[in-house]
């Protein structure tokens, strides 16, 4: 798998497609492991919290989900040019495991959304096992666990939010048989049909930031993130050349 370093962060440079096909390959070949999807958002938090930033750097694959993620990546005159959407990357691994005949447990959201979920994406994708779900209301590691263990997934969707769900997948992905753990933050809230995607003119000008700050106004203080993080690529890329790297 090609990888782009972007401030220590290891990000695929992948397509869709291919990272699908990786991640398939990935299962097939029985081992373990846990993607990770960070935007700008968490990539400034992962800069400002160590522990965090090995999190992420430890996972099996790093999908650059965020146009914010994109334009660092360009200050720094790095080859990483391809979006890939944790949302996006949910359905096409849900749509291949559905051809394959894997299992998929849904972890995460609100009491009832992975439910609906598992009856969405079971219409959409026919075949689709759903082996199991359970809401992010569960207090005890231990409950949720052997809920999971005992639905003999290939494929857990952990949608806790992060960093939750980033610590929650590197500390328990050892203690099941899962192949592969995602965090796919809301996206449960998405497959649901619960919360709206943005159009996709939106996303193919790389505004779906925009849009989602449209539907949710209290989203601002976190959009500020944004460009904080690129001022912290444009400092990097400064003392790089000043360093004649």
């Known amino acids: 798998m090609n990888t782009c370093s972007v401030m220590g962060i290891p990000f695929a440079a992948e397509s869709l497609e291919s990272l699908t096909s990786l991640a398939l390959a990935h299962i097939k070949n029985g081992k373990q492991g846990y993607v990770v999807t960070p935007n700008a958002e968490i990539a400034y938090l992962a800069e400002k919290d160590a522990a965090f930033k090995e ?5 099996a694959f790093v999908l650059p989900d965020g146009i914010g993620v994109i334009r660092a990546a360009k200050i720094l005159g790095l080859p990483l040019t391809e979006k890939v959407a944790g949302f996006d990357f949910g359905k096409s ?15 995460g959201a609100k009491p009832g959304i992975a439910e609906k979920a598992a009856e969405m994406l079971r ?13 992010g209301y569960f207090k005890e590691d231990g409950e949720v666990l052997e809920k999971i263990n005992a639905a003999k997934p290939h494929v857990v969707f952990a949608c806790l939010g992060a960093p939750k769900q980033e610590y929650w997948m590197k500390k328990n992905i050892g203690k099941t048989q899962v192949n592969l753990m995602v965090g796919l933050g809301g996206s449960l809230d998405g497959y ?54």
């Open 55 to 59: 999190t992420i750097a430890s996972a």
């Open 123 to 135: 219409e959409e994708y026919p075949g689709l096992i759903i082996a199991g779900t359970a809401d």
């Open 192 to 245: 649901a049909g619960e919360v709206k995607r943005a159009p996709g003119l939106f996303i193919a000008l790389g505004l779906e930031w925009l849009y989602r700050l449209l539907l949710q106004p209290k989203r601002l203080g976190r959009m500020l993130v944004i460009p904080k993080y690129l001022r912290m690529a444009k400092k990097l890329r400064k003392q790089e050349k000043k360093e004649g790297r």
């Open 93 to 107: 691994l849900a749509s291949e495991m559905a051809k394959e005949e894997l299992r998929l447990f849904l972890l």
